[in-house]
C-alpha cells in the first residue's frame, strides 16, 4: 500500500521508501495533503519536522544539516536536528511530525488540518 493510512490516532502519509534519507542527510517531502515535512537521518532514525522555516514560511528545501544542526539558508536560523528546538534564535521551533515503518516504507503522521503557516505554533 502506498496512499494514506488512517488510524486511530491519524492520518499517515507516506513520504517514501524508509531507507530514501540515509544517516546523516535531509530530503524535503510535501505529503498528499501538501503538508512539507523536511526528513532528518541522525543517528539512524528519521525524523520529520514542519518543513517551512517558522521566520518567513520558507521552503527548507535547500537547508543545510551540519553536526546535528539545521540551517535556514534564507536568513541562517538554526534549528536542532534531533528535537526541532532553535538554536538560534532559541525561540523558534521546527514542529516534528512522528513517523513509522510499514512495508519498508516511511510514513508521517500529519497535522489533521494541513497548514502552509505554523508561525503561531512554531514561535514562542
Ligand atoms: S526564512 Fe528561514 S531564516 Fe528567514
Request: charged share 25%.
Amino acid at each position: 500500500m502506498t496512499g494514506p493510512v488512517t488510524t486511530s490516532d491519524g492520518t499517515w502519509h507516506p513520504a517514501g521508501p524508509a531507507d530514501d534519507v540515509w544517516e546523516g542527510e535531509m530530503a524535503f517531502r510535501r505529503l498528499a495533503d501538501g503538508t512539507a515535512v523536511l526528513l532528518v537521518n541522525l543517528d539512524g532514525t528519521v525524523r520529520a519536522f514542519h518543513g517551512l522555516c517558522p521566520h518567513q514560511q520558507t521552503s527548507l528545501e535547500e537547508a543545510d544539516l551540519d553536526e546535528g544542526v539545521i540551517t535556514c539558508t534564507a536568513h541562517l536560523w538554526e534549528f536542532d536536528a534531533r528535537t526541532g528546538e532553535g538554536v538560534n534564535p532559541t525561540s523558534a521551533c521546527l514542529p516534528e511530525y512522528p513517523t513509522e515503518v510499514r512495508d519498508g516504507r516511511l510514513y508521517v503522521r500529519a497535522p489533521a488540518t494541513p497548514s502552509t503557516d505554523v508561525t503561531e505554533a512554531s514561535i514562542r
